[in-house]
């Protein structure tokens, strides 16, 4: 069982239209990272929440922090291609160890 | 430029033949880690490094060994490779522990390897 548990696990849009992406858990987390991965690459950070109920905008992303800090979501609006890949949340477990959900697989046809 | 390399980038080996991924960040960072990232199951933290000589274990260290003699550097050693680490493997740095900005982490382009 994944600490983080991430939805849906595969995603086929076209290309204008709007889409979210969860990140859920039991546990509560001090923050929680939001990562995005190319084929053939690593994953690339997009962005921490800290506070519960936090919400951060970057350009066509909006990330959510849940006010109990156990979930998070991600919004796009209008995707495009270039917004294809996996996303990934990531959070600490403990201590220092990090664990990383599952992943939701984008995919945006023009 | 900051970034984190890893080498080789692909690898195919036997089993029981020991091998090293070597991992080199210039970012001054403190916190290096190891992923292997496998079909379903997302990024497993093999191991990870605080600082200099300070190693801790990940969810999955079996089989893997590390060392951080050097700030820049976090090699992961595989004793004797078996199949089922076949695995994608990723080698991430971040400036430290804390502040949970501080966690946010940089990753290497990742090493495929197969164990025959």
């Known amino acids: 069982t994944q600490l983080l548990e991430q939805s849906p696990q595969f995603l086929s849009i076209q290309e204008g239209e709007n889409l979210t992406v969860y990140c859920n858990s039991s546990s509560v987390f001090s923050s929680l990272q939001w990562y995005r991965q190319e084929p053939g690459e690593g994953p690339v950070l997009l962005v921490t929440v800290v506070t519960g109920g936090e919400v951060k905008k970057l350009k066509r992303l909006t990330f959510q922090f849940g006010d109990a800090r156990k979930d998070s979501s991600l919004h796009i609006t209008a995707a495009q291609p270039g917004d294809t890949g996996l996303y990934l949340c990531a959070a600490r477990k403990g201590g220092n160890k990090l664990v990383f959900g599952a992943g939701t697989i984008l995919r945006v046809k023009s | 430029e900051a970034q984190v390399t890893q080498n080789p980038r692909y690898l195919i080996t036997v089993t029981g033949k020991k091998l090293t991924v070597t991992c080199s960040q210039n970012m001054n960072h403190e916190y290096m880690s190891w992923y292997r990232q496998d079909p379903g199951l997302g990024l497993r933290q093999i191991y990870y490094s605080m600082n200099v000589e300070v190693t801790d274990k990940g969810d999955v260290p079996e089989g893997y060994k590390v060392s951080r003699k050097e700030k820049r550097n976090f090699p992961l050693i595989l004793e004797s490779p078996s199949p089922n680490q076949t695995s994608l493997y990723f080698c991430?740095?971040?400036?430290?522990?804390?502040?949970?900005?501080?966690?946010?982490?940089?990753f290497g382009p990742g090493t495929r390897l197969t164990v025959t």
């Open positions: 991430a740095s971040s400036p430290g522990t804390g502040s949970p900005l501080l966690y946010e982490q940089y």
